[in-house]
C-alpha cells in the first residue's frame, strides 16, 4: 500500500512522528530523487551525498513548505537546488581540461560497467555537454518526464523559457550525436 502524501506531511508536521514521517517521506521519494541528482551529478557517491543533504534540508525546513504545491515538487526543488550547489562546487575545484576529462573517463567507464551500449554513452556525454540550464531542465524532462508546469515551480522559470530550453538542448544533443557517432 502507498502512503500517500497528507500522512507523510501529517506525521512530519507533528513533533512526535517527525522522524517516523522522515523515514516514509525518504522510502517514498529516495529513488526518483536520487536519479533525478545521479543524473545531474553523474557520480554515484556525490549523488548519494547530495541526496543525504535533500533530506536533511527537508527535516530542517520542513515547516516552510506551505503546501501550496504538491510535496514532490517542493522536495524535487530542494534536490535540484543541492545539486546546483554540488556541481557549482564541482566547477570551482576542476582547474583544467584534464580534470574534465578525467571526469569524463570516469563517467564512461561507470557506465560501462552497466551494459551500456555506445549510443547510450554519446546520450551522456552530450547531455554533460551542455550548459547548465539547458542540461536541468533536458533531464526534468527527458527521464523524470515533468510537466512544464511543474518545472516551473521547481526551477522558477516561465513555461516558455523552458520550452525553448528544451528545443535548444534537445538540437544540441542530437547534432553532438551526429557529429561523434561511428558506425
Known sequence: MKIKDA?????????????????????AYQSRLYWHIRRLIVDHDLAQDVLQETFIKTYQNFHQFK?????????????????????????????????????????????????????QM????????????????????????????????ILDMSVGTLKTNYHYAKQKIEDYIKENYEE
Open 7 to 27: 500522512e507523510i506531511i501529517a506525521m512530519m508536521s507533528e513533533e512526535r512522528s517527525r522522524e517516523k514521517g522522515l523515514r516514509t517521506l525518504m522510502d
Open 67 to 119: 503546501q501550496d504545491s504538491q510535496l514532490y515538487t517542493w522536495l524535487y526543488r530542494i534536490a535540484t537546488n543541492e545539486a546546483l550547489q554540488q556541481l557549482n562546487k564541482m566547477k570551482k575545484m576542476q582547474k583544467t581540461d584534464e580534470d574534465a576529462d578525467y571526469y569524463m573517463q570516469n563517467l564512461v567507464a561507470d557506465n560501462a560497467g552497466t551494459g551500456a551500449d555506445e549510443i
Open 122 to 153: 554519446l546520450l551522456q556525454r552530450a547531455i554533460q555537454s551542455l550548459p547548465e540550464k539547458q542540461r536541468l531542465v533536458f533531464t526534468m524532462r527527458y527521464y523524470d518526464d515533468l510537466p512544464y508546469e511543474e518545472m516551473s515551480k
